[in-house]
C-alpha cells in the first residue's frame, strides 16, 4: 500500500522561500503520475506540477511557472516541491499524490488519482 508524508511547510515572509518533501512508501516505480497541489479552505483543489512515466513533459500550472521548482530523488523515493518568491495568495495546504497506470501529466494535474498524502500547511505572511 502507497504511502505519502509531506514535510517542510511553516510560516514565512512574502519574497521568502521553501521546500517541501513528499516521502513515497510502498512505491512501485512502473507506470505511474506524481505531483503537487494546494487547496485553500473553501476553494477547489488545484494543480501545481505534475509528472507522468508516460510522457517527457513536466507539466507546471500557470501561477507556478518561474517561482516552484519540482524535483525528485527516485532512489530515495521522495520528491520535493521548491517554492521561491511566495506570495501572500500562495497560503494553502500543500498535497503531494501519486497514481499508478497510465497517463499524461497534464491530465494528471487536472484529473488527480491515487493516494494522497496528508498535507502540510504553507503560510505566506508577514
Known amino acids: 500500500q502507497v504511502q505519502l508524508v509531506e514535510s517542510g511547510g511553516g510560516l514565512v515572509q512574502p519574497g521568502g522561500s521553501l521546500r517541501l518533501s513528499c516521502a513515497a512508501y510502498?512505491?512501485?516505480?512502473?507506470?505511474?503520475?506524481i505531483g503537487w497541489f494546494r487547496q485553500v479552505p473553501g476553494k477547489e483543489r488545484e494543480g501545481i506540477v505534475c509528472?507522468?512515466?508516460?510522457?517527457?513533459?513536466?507539466y507546471y500550472s500557470d501561477f507556478a511557472k518561474g517561482r516552484f521548482t519540482f524535483s525528485m530523488d527516485k532512489a530515495e523515493n521522495t520528491m520535493y516541491l521548491h517554492m521561491n518568491d511566495l506570495k501572500p495568495e500562495d497560503t494553502a495546504v500543500y498535497y503531494c499524490a501519486l497514481g499508478g497506470g497510465i497517463t499524461l501529466a497534464t491530465t494528471f494535474c487536472n484529473r488527480p488519482f491515487g493516494s494522497w498524502g496528508q498535507g502540510t500547511q504553507v503560510t505566506v505572511s508577514s
Open positions: 510502498g512505491v512501485s516505480w512502473n507506470y505511474y503520475a
Open positions: 509528472i507522468s512515466s508516460n510522457d517527457d513533459n513536466t
